[in-house]
């Protein structure tokens, strides 16, 4: 999935804005179609094009799910107009909800930014609660409240979820001394993140040459802050993450692994860290369904089979994103018929079977393309049953509209300097210093 999931720089928002709003606008134009009419004349036979923004590989249409989609409404036409990267998409997209102007029919919002658009834009989308044939029994529940606003108003309907395992090497983890199979490596760390941080001490007392327990300190960050039910909002909307007590836990809770060389000093998603998992740097990393497809997409082929998931030492969640409906789309009645089917649980079971992205629908947890579900990289072993306990274990979390920066901040202005020899008060001070300059406090 996902460069979708990485933060957002600031250095880019300002040409993000201006290079991708002229992208989504001409997503508006492959339409094509008249306004009243509903209909476009771009492909010469009178169909309805249904115009979809999105970010980085999805896998709707990897999935055969646009076309199932058209064949059976013969008079649909679905084209999606995809940039690489959220942290350039959602700049434009955030422009043109601003302006209510170049919108498509369906756009996309990641779980790092649904907080920030129900709160500030809710007004330009439509209640998805209240189109036809939509049940919120049908969501986690906690997935469907990140997008309601307060009054109510459910503004995206959830495709996928994050719901946190560890993943890790079963030929490292045999060569250091530990088990292997996934029920009694979970039970190693079950109930307590200090208790993994102890699991590395022991691998790395006998490490393989030249590896390290964890990928990086902003990955193990990330998965302790996933389980908390508060982590850098409260529920009234004011930032707490510097009085948060969690925070400052997790945070000392990585940096004490980052000093003792249990992770490595690499920033995710960065082509340093890439190129250690092609080289088998690491044994083990914080994982949700769509880090599989990272790893598949970095590791050599020798590796596949080689990786097993296991229960993480909570419940957490890590990405996920939701479909909205713009109020000022051209077709908005057949986008939202359109979404609506595209998130039912049916679906989002045949995406995660093609795309590992783990559905946000509870029901598609006992389907046979969930419960049967296996992975190149993991071989043989069941993955589905892991990450669906997963996410029904996940807290129901306070999402805030900043939550991407302050966690930016956290992890490469912060967690990262306790592998370069600073202390965790350092780190600290200089996360600090960076977020509060982002927030303007």
């Known amino acids: 999935m996902r460069a979708r999931i990485r933060t957002a720089r600031k250095a880019m928002v300002v040409a993000a804005v201006a290079s991708l709003g002229a992208g989504l ?22 169909k309805t094009t249904i115009s979809v923004g999105l970010f980085g590989t999805m896998g709707f249409k990897e999935a055969g799910l646009y076309a199932e989609y058209e064949k059976l409404n013969p008079k649909i036409k679905i084209a999606e107009n995809v940039v690489e990267r959220n942290e350039n998409y959602y700049p434009a997209l955030l422009n043109h909800l601003t302006t209510n102007s170049g919108l498509l029919d369906v756009q996309a919002v990641e779980v790092a930014n649904i907080a920030e658009v129900t709160a500030t834009q809710a007004d330009k989308l ?29 503004i995206g309907l959830g495709t996928d979820v994050g719901p946190m395992a560890i993943c890790y090497r079963t030929d490292l983890f045999k060569q250091a001394g530990l088990p292997t199979d996934p029920a009694e490596v979970g039970k190693l760390w079950a109930g307590d993140w200090a208790k993994l941080v102890e699991v590395g001490e022991r691998y790395k007392s006998k490490a393989p040459k030249g ?3 964890m990928d990086s300190p902003g990955g193990l960050i990330q998965a302790i802050l996933g389980s908390e039910k508060e982590k850098f909002y409260d529920a009234s909307g004011k930032v707490i993450y510097k ?12 940096a004490e692994a980052a000093a003792k060389g249990l992770v490595q000093s690499q920033t995710q ?49 890590w990405g996920g994103t939701f479909l909205t409906v713009p ?25 995660f079977k093609v795309q590992a992205s783990f559905p946000s629908a509870p029901s598609a947890y006992t389907m046979p393309e969930v419960t049967g579900a296996t992975n190149e990289m993991t071989g043989d072993q069941k993955i589905g049953p892991v990450f669906a306990e997963a996410a029904k274990a996940a807290p129901e979390q306070v999402i805030g509209p900043k939550d991407q920066i302050i966690m930016q901040g956290l992890t490469d202005n912060g967690v990262i300097l306790a592998t370069k020899g600073k202390s965790a008060q350092e780190a600290w001070d200089s996360a600090v210093k960076t977020i509060d300059n982002k927030l303007d406090q």
């Open 25 to 46: 606008l001409a997503g508006c134009a492959d339409d094509g179609g008249d306004d009243s009419s509903g209909s476009s004349s771009g492909d010469g036979g009178g």
């Open 126 to 154: 439509e209640d998805m609660s209240k189109a036809p044939g939509v049940d919120k029994s049908k969501w986690l529940p906690w997935k469907w409240q990140q997008a309601t606003t307060k009054d109510g108003r459910t």
């Open 211 to 213: 590896t390290f327990f």
């Open 243 to 254: 009085t948060n007590p969690a925070v400052k836990a997790a945070f000392n809770l990585t």
């Open 269 to 317: 998603f960065q082509p340093g860290w890439n190129s250690t998992i092609a080289n088998n740097k690491f044994a083990a990393i914080a994982c949700p369904p769509w880090m599989l497809g990272t790893i598949k997409g970095n590791a050599k082929p020798e590796a596949a089979g080689k990786w097993a998931v296991a229960t993480a030492p909570k419940g957490g969640n």
């Open 327 to 351: 109020k000022s789309g051209k077709h908005v009645k057949e986008a939202q018929k359109f979404v609506t089917w595209l998130t039912a649980p049916e679906q989002q079971a045949k995406l």
